[in-house]
């Protein structure tokens, strides 16, 4: 165990039995505050002081953060499972001396053209009828990445495109799409990285089947784009090669949204707004890179989640946007961060002794108001929270009902009521959170946060001695499910239950 992983341990011993709402003073949020790149960081509300943080970015230190911080934007193998780089910063380069820029920037400026090429209404479909409806067929990184960013920005999508997402397997609700667009004016992108995922293989054919009805047998090509690391699978599959767009096996799908997986936001938005967005995540990116940890949000937002896991023993974690842009935020990160820290075994192959990623769950906040936040207010649990709040320029302070409830929630998370004999209404408070407030709700803006989390991810990664870039788990229940078939009723080797459900329930 790291020594400064021991003196962590101590402190937090003697301060569990003091209430936050007691440690401010005049200059605590000063002390327990960061900002840059658009995003003010406050820490004060959590059961830490300034000696902590200290012992946390030590301890960062102490893990050689920043060596591994250099080898992942030298272009490392730092996947090690894998034996894989990791670079999705490249993706939103702007220029670099790595060996795979080049064909960085040519994907880029090809799905640029493409994207342009459908708003100025240039993309014909095989019965010579314009392209005005896009479906972005995909699931995890393929699907929730470019969602979040055509949401947030949803009212600069011009009226004259139709976005759609296929994403979950489900035949009623597929067919329904499919019955509700016009497949003459519509063109359907297949992301997958592998483009062997069972998910998007099944919804693809059930487009291409609706389309040969309506287009003919060859009309359908016209129809699809392809996006992922193999090209000879999409020539393979029928995507014509001036629809085709490559990725690399060194993005993870949730770190993929900066690439032609986010060919849909493009369309949808403009490349001005896209690549706004990848000028934000740069900057969090040389800021990342060139701070140091006792200035650096990604590090110390990190570093005070670590504290509420490890050493105040919080399980559960809850994100709270508080602005309709970003409501599907949490949805993305669950990903982001439970497929890549939900980990038990360490780099050499050791089970760990502690704790790693935590329960991920959050929604809108006014509605989490009515709806989970009660059992946070009041329950036995223990949960760590972090706020995110974009404050209305164009309204009195008085009328930004969501960013002052916002404020409240998190101190009324820390005060509770202090009469502890008030019974059914008692709140016991003393509950941490972090609120992060944004300058605004820009593309930049966006670009930034997502990249801070991002980074948030690999730091923890890096002190918890885990490889944050694989995700095993996920591949084991893929390889069952499609082992399942109705001869699996004889198969011993599964288990009893559900050989009796395919009994009892397949067709």
């Avoid at 090669?241 to 938005?269: C, K, M, N, T």
């Avoid at 740069?282 to 990604?298: A, G, I, K, S």
């Avoid at 706020?387 to 209305?392: G, L, Q, S, T, W």
């Amino acid at each position: 165990m790291k020594k400064t992983w021991r003196n962590l341990t101590a402190q937090a011993e003697l301060i569990s039995s003091k209430r936050t709402i007691d440690l401010f003073d005049d200059n605590r949020l000063e002390q327990l505050s960061v900002s840059s790149n658009g995003i003010f960081i406050d820490f004060s509300k959590n059961k830490l002081n300034s000696s902590i943080v200290d012992d946390l970015v030590a301890l960062a230190k102490e893990c050689e953060l920043s060596k591994a911080i250099n080898a992942m934007f030298a272009g490392e193998t730092i996947n090690c499972t894998e034996q894989r780089a990791v670079m999705h910063f490249l993706l939103r380069a702007e220029n670099s001396d790595l060996p795979e820029w080049k064909e960085v920037f040519e994907q880029r400026q090809k799905a640029i053209e493409f994207a342009q090429k459908i708003r100025n209404e240039n993309l014909l479909g095989a019965t010579g009828k314009v392209i005005d409806t896009i479906v972005n067929i995909g699931i995890g990184g393929s699907d929730l990445g470019p969602r979040l960013v055509i949401d947030a920005f949803k009212h600069h999508v011009p009226k004259v495109l139709n976005i759609h997402f296929m994403s979950d397997v489900d035949y009623s609700e597929s067919a329904q799409l499919l019955d509700s667009i016009n497949l003459e004016t519509t063109l359907f992108i297949l992301c997958s990285k592998s483009f062997t995922t069972w998910e998007t293989q099944t919804n693809a054919q059930l487009a291409i089947s609706a389309l040969k009805e309506k287009v003919g047998e060859a009309g359908w090509q016209r129809h699809f784009a392809g996006v992922a690391v193999d090209q000879q699978a999409m020539t393979d599959f029928g995507i014509i090669p001036e629809h085709q767009f490559l990725i690399w096996d060194w993005v993870g799908g949730r770190y993929s949204v900066w690439s032609s997986i986010g060919l849909v936001a493009r369309i949808a938005l403009g490349n001005d707004i896209f690549d706004r967005f990848l000028a934000g995540a740069r900057e969090m990116d040389q800021h990342f890179q060139q701070t140091p940890f006792e200035q650096n949000l990604p590090v110390l937002l990190a570093m005070v989640q670590i504290w509420n896991i490890n050493f105040m023993n919080h399980s559960v974690f809850i994100t709270l946007p508080y602005r309709h842009g970003l409501r599907l935020f949490p949805d993305y990160q669950q990903q982001l961060e439970m497929e890549s820290n939900g980990k038990s075994v360490d780099t050499n192959g050791d089970i760990m002794a502690y704790h790693t990623c935590p329960y991920i769950f959050g929604q809108l906040g006014l509605n989490a108001q009515h709806a989970f936040m009660q059992l946070v207010h009041q329950s036995t649990h223990n949960t760590y929270l972090e706020f995110i709040a974009v404050p209305e320029k164009a309204v009195p302070f008085e009328d930004d009902v969501a960013f002052r409830s916002c404020l409240a929630q998190s101190s009324a998370l820390m005060k509770g009521t202090l009469d502890i004999d008030s019974g059914a209404k008692h709140c016991p408070g003393d509950r941490p959170s972090t609120t992060l407030v944004l300058d605004e709700m820009s593309p930049e803006t966006l670009g930034g946060l997502v990249a801070l989390y991002e980074h948030k991810v690999f730091v923890q990664s890096v002190i918890w001695g885990i490889n944050a870039f694989d995700q095993f788990g996920v591949e084991l229940g893929k390889q069952i499910a499609k082992s399942l078939t109705k001869e699996s009723t004889d198969n011993t080797a599964i288990d009893g239950s559900t050989r009796e459900l395919i009994r009892r329930f397949g067709h």
